[in-house]
C-alpha cells in the first residue's frame, strides 16, 4: 500500500494539517504519517473519527472517497 493521496487531498480541503487531523483523532504526528504513507494500517475507529471531522467540515466524503 502506497501512500493515500486521496485522504491527504480530503485533509486539505477541509482546512486541516496532517498534524491537526491526528490530534483530533488522538494519535501523534508520526503514527498519522507512517499511516497516510502507507506504513502501517489506520484502525477503524481512527477511520470513522476522521470520516467525521471531514463531514463535520462540510465535506461530503465516504470512506470509498477516501480509502
Known amino acids: 500500500m502506497g501512500t493515500n493521496y486521496k485522504l491527504k487531498g480530503k485533509i486539505v480541503e ?6 491537526k487531523t491526528a490530534e ?4 501523534d504526528y508520526k503514527t ?6 502507507g506504513k ?9 473519527k476522521i470520516l467525521s471531522i471531514l463531514q463535520e467540515r462540510g465535506l461530503e466524503v465516504t470512506y470509498e472517497d477516501i480509502f
Not at 483530533?24 to 494519535?27: A, S, V
Not at 498519522?32 to 504513507?37: G, T
Not at 502501517?40 to 470513522?48: G, L, P, R, V
Open 14 to 19: 477541509a482546512g486541516l494539517t496532517e498534524g
Open 24 to 27: 483530533m483523532i488522538g494519535i
Open 40 to 48: 502501517t494500517d489506520f484502525k477503524q475507529s481512527e477511520i470513522n
Open 32 to 37: 498519522m504519517s507512517n499511516k497516510i504513507n
